[in-house]
């Protein structure tokens, strides 16, 4: 039945979706780590930055201290916008999912709803059958 294979490769397709879903969460935990990893070691780093210039520093330990700030800040924003692209491209697979199990269950509704119309038309059937033994041996 073409129903059944259609309903087969919809249950797959929502698996694959479910899958993809899962690999997307686990990548955004690890941005997430990597997020807070680089704010603290950020932090970390300004806080000795302050300690040091605030008793002085010669220029080249300043210029060294900013480019290291400056690469610092450039990594945490960069993990920042990887964990935002990520966040958007799970909830636009969280839609997918969602759209995929409304379709398999659409497809479930109809087959049950063409098997209890095929019960009906066998029920019918027999009762017909039934009726018309019924009728041949009341006729004898």
């Not at 698996?15 to 680089?38: H, I, P, W, Y």
């Not at 379709?103 to 509704?109: A, E, F, G, I, S």
Request: glycine share 2%; net charge neutral; charged share 40%.
């Amino acid at each position: 039945m073409k129903l059944d294979v259609l309903r087969r490769y919809r249950a797959q397709l929502e698996e694959v979706v479910r899958m993809d879903l899962f690999r997307l969460r686990q990548e955004l935990q690890d941005a997430e780590a990597r997020t807070r990893l680089l704010e603290e070691h950020m932090k970390h780093t300004a806080d000795a930055y302050l300690a040091k210039t605030g008793r002085g520093v010669v220029l080249e330990e300043f210029l060294v201290r900013q480019s290291m700030l400056t690469a610092e800040v450039s990594n945490l924003s960069a993990a920042m916008q990887m964990e935002r692209h990520l966040r958007e491209a799970g909830d636009q697979k969280q839609d997918e999912l969602r759209e995929a199990m409304q379709d398999r269950r659409t497809l479930d509704r109809l087959a049950e709803r063409i098997r209890q119309q095929q019960r009906r038309v066998q029920g019918r059937v027999e009762q017909l059958e039934m009726d018309e033994a019924a009728h041949r041996r009341s006729a004898m």
